[in-house]
């Protein structure tokens, strides 16, 4: 070790490092200098090692290392009924409107914990929740006992058209949002803070769409909301005002670079052209979709998204399915091909892609996370090498990675320089009491909700 070597917190030598950095290299033998919570340099092990000395040094032993994962849209409120929901139905409003109105603070914020420890657990390090919480508080408090990025808000809406009275008047509308991104600002030092975040899909006015663009402009914040999710939305604004809902957004002065939709399934090519002309971000959520049969694959139109220059992130969504964005790059980079019989028409390379740093840009963080690269943060994924799915290994661990070990490889994750979940565990609470609290009100909903579980076709003795 060179005696000139500049002192550092950890340094992260031996990796197979995939940096997602601006020239997209891989370091069959990398490492990492992180301090004060972020990276200061990556490259060749013997370049690192000679620079830079860590307090903590870790040899990795050629596991495979890349950015934390950025899941652009996660609800979390709803995670306690996942399990609980129909099957044989789109309509799941039988199981959660009772649920939503019982939704004390606790149990969101537990419910909150458990989407947290399966995102970590799946190499998440960022997310975004585009308005959801009903107790902000509460899962303010659970994403920082897990440790990682959370951009949590309040369910916004002011139309009745999503869940039974929870829509608000448009001027408690916007200032709720004020509050919120007023209470938990973006800063340096804070890992939760809240973006323009409302429901959209009909439930939102023109007045509410204007003022909430106003206040994203104003603040420097993403406005991101959900869009085009069911084709039954398309029908009732061409119904009511004769345009489309990507077209009216478009009327209304809405697109923009600095907006993100989320879902943007039942869209045509003409709504694709004002989206990449204004430049606006898209999320896509194919396990959500699947889930309910809305359409992400046979109508969706994705692949020409990206290849009309689009950014199109990836995202999680709520109950209906699992919070592994890893298994989301993997749906996005598999089943377009089979129904447009093409290959390919997302890549494994671009899935990866849509999973960092196109994440990153869609919540409004390209500048801080969604890859490995000097000033931003140390948000840093190691996963295990004793599975069968990390085996052969080869130079360029991008397919493995997207088709094969997804995120049930994931061993260790840091979070700023913190291991915040490090050899399968995590590091900041008591997972097994988690895992307690949620088996008892498991029990509790399953008589609250009983109509629903006891339609079970196989029985429950």
């Known amino acids: ?39 200061v340099d990556i490259g060749h092990d013997r370049d690192i090692a000679s620079s830079f000395r860590g307090t903590d040094e870790r040899d990795l032993s050629g596991a495979i290392v890349h950015p934390g994962f950025v899941d652009a849209h996660a609800h979390t409120g709803l995670d306690l009924i996942r399990g609980l929901t129909p099957d044989g139905t789109r309509d799941w409003t039988g199981v959660e409107d009772p649920f939503f109105a019982s939704l004390s603070p606790d149990r969101e914020r537990l419910a909150t914990l458990l989407a947290c420890m399966e995102m970590v657990a799946n190499g998440v390090t ?4 585009t308005g959801s919480s009903l107790n902000l508080a509460a899962t303010v408090d659970a994403i920082e006992t897990v440790g990682l990025r959370g951009i ?25 949002l004020r509050d919120q991104i007023t209470r938990y600002p973006l800063s340096e030092r ?27 402009d104003e603040t420097g914040l993403p406005l991101i909301m959900h869009q085009s999710w069911g084709n039954d939305e398309v029908e009732a604004s ?7 809902p990507i077209e009216h957004l478009s009327d209304l002065g809405l697109l923009d670079q600095n907006v993100t939709l989320v879902h943007m399934i039942h ?44 950014v199109v992130a990836l995202g999680s969504d709520g109950h209906s399915g699992k919070h592994d964005l890893a298994r989301q790059a993997f749906l996005a980079a598999t089943l377009h091909r089979e129904v447009r019989d093409a290959i390919p028409t997302i890549s494994a390379e671009t899935a990866l892609e849509m999973a960092t740093v196109s994440g990153a840009q869609a919540v409004g963080m390209e500048r801080q996370v969604g890859s490995l690269e000097p000033g931003k943060y140390a948000d840093v994924v ?21 088709y094969h070990a997804l995120g049930q490889t994931v061993d260790s994750v840091l979070v700023g320089g913190e291991f915040i979940f490090e050899n399968g565990r995590f590091t900041r609470f008591n997972q097994e009491e988690v895992y307690r609290q949620l088996d008892a009100v498991a029990l509790t909903l399953e008589d609250e909700i009983a109509p629903v579980w006891r339609k079970c076709a196989w029985p429950v003795l």
């Open 126 to 129: 960022t997310y975004a929740d």
């Open 267 to 310: 869209v045509n090519l003409d709504e694709i052209a004002l989206v990449a002309q204004a430049g606006a971000n898209v999320v896509h959520c194919p396990g959500a979709s699947i889930r309910r049969a809305m359409g992400a694959m046979r109508s969706g139109k994705f692949p020409d998204m990206l290849q009309a220059g689009i």
């Open 152 to 176: 949590p808000g309040q369910f916004i809406a002011d139309l009745p058209l999503e869940v039974e009275g929870l829509h608000r008047p448009t001027v408690e509308c916007l200032q709720r």
């Open 238 to 244: 061409l119904a009511q005002i004769g345009r489309r």
């Open 190 to 216: 804070a890992r939760v803070h809240c973006a323009v975040s409302i429901a959209g899909m009909g439930t939102c006015s023109d007045d509410l769409l204007i003022a909430s663009k106003a206040m994203a």
């Open 382 to 402: 190691i996963h295990r090498q004793d599975r069968p799915e990390t085996r052969p290994r080869f130079r360029n661990p991008v397919q493995n990675l997207v």
């Open 1 to 39: 070790m060179n005696g000139n070597s500049r002192p550092v917190d950890v340094v992260l030598r031996h990796g197979h490092i995939v940096s997602l950095d601006r020239e997209r290299r891989i370091f069959v033998d990398g490492a990492i200098a992180i301090d004060a919570g972020l990276i």
